[in-house]
Every structure is written in C-alpha cells, then in structure tokens.
C-alpha cells in the first residue's frame, strides 16, 4: 500500500495556461491537469484557480490535498527564491506577487518556488535528456527564450537567484527590438516570436508562402510550432530560410554559452524542439562546433534536444520541492 | 624566525614574458622577478628558462629552491588542470605541454598550473578587488579579453577546465574577424587589439590624431595602454570615439555575462583598467546597467576595476596552489 504523504503536485505556470501533475515517489505521473489562464486576471484570482487545479489533480491521483507531500511551482519572470515571492513577472503582469506563501495558505502544504525555466532544466536533468550530468545548460525556445544552468547537478541560482538568462543575452548589438526593451538579444534573432516577425515581413515583401494556408487550415492565428512543423515539411522556402537563421542564431547562443561554462551537455527544449527533434537540434549544433573556442569541446560538449517536453516544468517542480524539502 | 616550507612563487607565464614572484604565509611579496620569453623558443627552453626564474627569485627571497612550499604558475590557452598539461595556447605556438610536470621534476617542489586569466581572476578575488564574495566574474582587457568566473568562493573550472572564456562569446554576429578565426567576439571589439585596429583605420581614413606623435615621442611602435592613457589626456577624438566604441562594447559583454551568471561582482582588469581605473570602467557600467535583465540587479551588482595591476596572475597562482595543495 502507498504510504500517506509520498504524492507530490507539480505546476507550471505559463502565461496562458496552468499545468499541473501528480507524481508518486518514483516520478510516474499519476495524473496531469490543465487550465487555461485569463489574460489580465489579478494574480488573487490566479493563486485561486492554480489551488483548485491542485486539489482537482490530487483528486484525479486519488488523493485529498491534505495528504499531499508538497507543491512545487514554476513561474515565469524574477522569483526570490528564498521568500517565494515572484518579483517580477511581465507575462503575467506581476510585480511582487507572494505567490509561494499565499498557495501554501490555501493548500495547507507545504510548496516550493523556482523560476519556470529553471524548473524546467531541473526536470530535463533530472529526469530527461540531462541524465544527471554534472554540468548542463537548458535552452528553452518558444514565445522566448529562457535558459538555466545546471553545476555540480544543481540548479546555479547566481547571487539574487536571477542566473541563466541567455536569452536575453546580446548576439547582434544594436539589432531587432527584444520583447525585454532591449536590442539584439537572442530571444529577438530565434524564439518562435522572431521567427514569427521574421516569416510576417517576407509574406508582406511579397514572397510566396504556404504558411497563410497552413495557418487558415488549422484555424491557428499564430506560427505555432504545429504550423512551423507543417510549412517544413512542405518545403516552404520562407520557413526554411527563417528557420535556418534561427538555428545559425542559436548556435552562436549555444557556442557563447559553452565558452563561458564548459558543460558537459546543453539541452534544448520547448515546442518547436519537441516537434522536431533533431531536425531542430543538428543545424544549431552544427554552427555551436564551429564557434566552440577550443576544438575538443567538440568531441566532448553534447547538444541534444529535451525529452520531456511539456510535462517538464511540472516535473522538474516536484523534483526541486523535493531537494529543498529532504523528501 | 619564519619556518621552513612557508615560502611560495607565483608565476605568470606570458606571450611576451615571465612574471615571478615569492611570498610568504600572508601573501605578503618578498621578492619579485621578470624576464622577457624570447618568441618561437621551444616548450623545454621556456620550461628550464622558468625555472632559473624561480631559483632566482627564491634566492632574492633568501630560500632555496628546494625549501619552498610549491610554485603556482598561470599559462595562457587552454589548460588540462588535473594532468598539468598546456593543451593548446596560440600565443606561445605549445601543443600538450607538460608544463606542471616537467618544471616539477626541474625543482623538486609541489606546482600546480592553471589557465593565466582564471588565476589572475583568483589573485584579484582573494586579495585585490574580488573581497572574497561568494560569486565574482573577472574580465582581462589586454591584447586579448580573457576572463574567469568564481561560484562558492571557488573557480568554476567547466567541466573540460576551460570555462570563462568570455572574450570569444560573439555580441555581434558576422562582426569583425577575431584571433580566433570567428567573428564579433568581444575581443574582436574590445580588446586594445581591436582598438588599435580602429585607431589606425581612423587615421588611415584621413582622420586627424595625436596618436602618431605620441607613440614616437614615447618611442612605442604599438598602441600601449600608456599611448592611449596619454591620447585620451589630450582628448584626441579619434582615441575618444575608439576608447568609447570599445566601452560599449564592453558593457554588453559584461551585461551578457551578468544575465548569465547573476555574479554579485564584476572586477575588470588588466593594464588599461589598472591605467585609468574609474575612467574607463565607469561608461562599461553604465551600459551594462541599461542591458541587465533585472532592473534590480543594477542596484546590487558591482561593476569595479582590478586592484592588483600586473601582480594578480602571479599572486591567484600562489593562492590556488595552497587551496589545491592543501596548503
């Protein structure tokens, strides 16, 4: 019989959903639940519906909340680790928000906070294509880019808790306005945004593209990964291109990190990586070798895409709350 | 009277010349040397030349060879910090040098070795401008830009050794051709290198300077610190607008390197820092702050000079040596 106290929840927090599992002491997922979020809800009212989506996802593992071991959560923006207190969140339109300690309030449990991205990388290390190596860095490509670093099998927080933001490091000075207010970022060259941008301003110079028939035939009014996924294997020349230089911007991203922190393994994850696998993965690696300083790390630094895919946030929540808990 | 086995030199190894100094029990230099390295010697030439070197400055110290503790020694390139070997380093035309090994079996003492810029990064954390906080990221600006990064009070090695290489993370893709062979690294921008470059494209150009009197009248062939120190005190424009360019520059590279690392301080060294000090890191601050993700990492991260000038090399060497040995 499974002992009281072993199931824990695990949330990501986007900036247009909630996701949340439950997982047993061995990290299979018991159940999973999602929910959409309103755009412009006040964050009491968010809190609210993330402690229903718990007690919903702990009802589906067979569980009272009460029973539940701990919560952990991934939110997006600055967190303060320490106090649980997201500082600033510009997706969600939070500053200051005591998210850790309200939710903690509503369940009765107890319920650790980490940045989403961080998260993130700690799920794919831990239980994904991070296969617990020493040294990782985690590259997630989607609406952004967020990035965290794994040292020592641990998540490096640097000194406010803020490390590991390499998408908003600057790979073209003076380039494309970034989303941060900022220019030349490789969010602004690479995420699905950019290449957004960068496949509306060639349909407008008047080059032909499947991707409006795509879009129209799938009912999406975005270049969703799903539609990128279809416009490739298509041949469409406009994705093909926009996609290549996405890549080759990725791959300097990746080579400047490798530089700085030698790690054993870079992982990159979100949408776009899921969908296509190494199809997204060997041209950026490809640029990254040409661009390592010393030629060996070639032989040795592995560039792999993630393996969890969504579930990975969630995931690497519940593993953080264990580490920090001694559960 | 001091005791036996307390006494250690520090060596930095240079393209151009060796550094040698000895200390005692407190850091504190009893004696110093320097001999120029004459350029296409051979690795065993170098390697007896440094340990005359260390006789040599053990006798002005009133020691024996034989009597100290151990040597410390920082090399430039690429270091395999666990066998002692030089991997690769440009400036010195070596391939898998033995260094620690053989200049262990000319003296007869401990030697630990270490890349050049981690240990002038050490000597600047543990005695100069780095204070011993826990997380620090030292950036050299000298013909190259070399840098190393301390997590936990500790150097953060990578996991091949070969982390820090801030210098050749690119902040402007397809930018001007590097020593490395790539393409708008930092050091391709910012180092007095890349300066000197511009200054003599300036004048090339037709531009006015006072540059080319001021290097005859002190007899330099190259653009020195001291040159561009004197052209800046004649607020000669070509120099002002280079210098600026360059601090620009500067300042992203040190914003990408805080996204990155959430570091709580960035010390810039090397001899155009230690020559004009606030002057030039003051305007790199500046950019660094309006390209920090986190508004309020600007409040807490300090941005300083390097306050150990050309002893932090030799002098991290020495500390390096006594935490790996034990010391």
Redesign the interface.
């Known amino acids: 019989m499974a002992r009281k106290k072993e199931i824990m929840v695990g949330i990501d927090l986007g900036g247009t959903s909630v996701k949340a599992l439950a997982v047993n002491r061995k990290n299979s997922v018991l159940a999973t639940e999602k929910k959409k979020t309103e755009a412009g809800s006040n964050a009491k009212g968010v809190i609210q519906e993330i402690a229903s989506l718990v007690e919903k996802t702990a009802k589906a593992a067979g569980m009272k909340v009460k029973a539940l071991a701990a919560v952990g959560i991934g939110a997006p923006g600055?967190i303060d680790v320490r106090r649980g207190v997201v500082?600033?969140a510009p997706n969600l339109g939070w500053k200051n928000v005591p998210l850790g300690g309200e939710l903690k309030k509503y369940l009765g449990v107890p319920v650790v906070l980490d940045n989403d991205v961080n998260v993130g990388v700690i799920g794919e290390h831990a239980l994904g294509a991070g296969e617990r190596v020493?040294?990782l860095v985690g590259i997630f490509v989607g609406t952004g880019i967020g990035?965290g670093?794994i040292?020592k099998g641990e998540i490096?927080?640097?000194?406010?808790?803020?490390?590991?933001?390499?998408g908003?490091?600057?790979?073209?000075?003076d380039?494309p306005a970034c989303s941060?207010g900022?220019r030349g970022c490789a969010e602004a060259l690479a995420s699905r945004t950019a290449m957004e941008r960068d496949v509306r301003d060639a349909i407008k110079s008047g080059r032909k593209s499947a991707i409006p028939r795509i879009m129209k035939e799938r009912g999406k009014d975005r270049i969703t990964s799903s539609v990128i996924q279809a416009a490739l294997a298509e041949k469409d020349p406009v994705m093909m291109e926009v996609m290549e230089r996405a890549q080759y911007?990725l791959g300097?991203l990746v080579?400047?990190?490798v530089?700085?922190?030698?790690?054993?393994r870079v992982v990159i994850g979100g949408g776009i990586a899921e969908r296509l696998g190494k199809d997204f993965t060997n041209p950026i690696r490809r640029t990254a070798y040409?661009?390592f300083?010393?030629p060996?790390?070639a032989k040795?630094?592995q560039i792999v895409p993630g393996s969890l895919g969504d579930n990975a946030g969630a995931l690497g929540a519940v593993v953080l709350a264990r580490q920090r808990l001694g559960l």
């Open positions: 600055a500082v600033e020493d040294g990035g670093i040292s490096y927080e640097g000194s406010n808790g803020w490390a590991g933001e390499v908003h490091t600057v790979i073209l000075m380039g941060c900022r911007c300097i080579a400047n990190v530089n700085t922190l030698d790690p054993e040409e661009y300083l010393h060996q790390t040795r630094t």
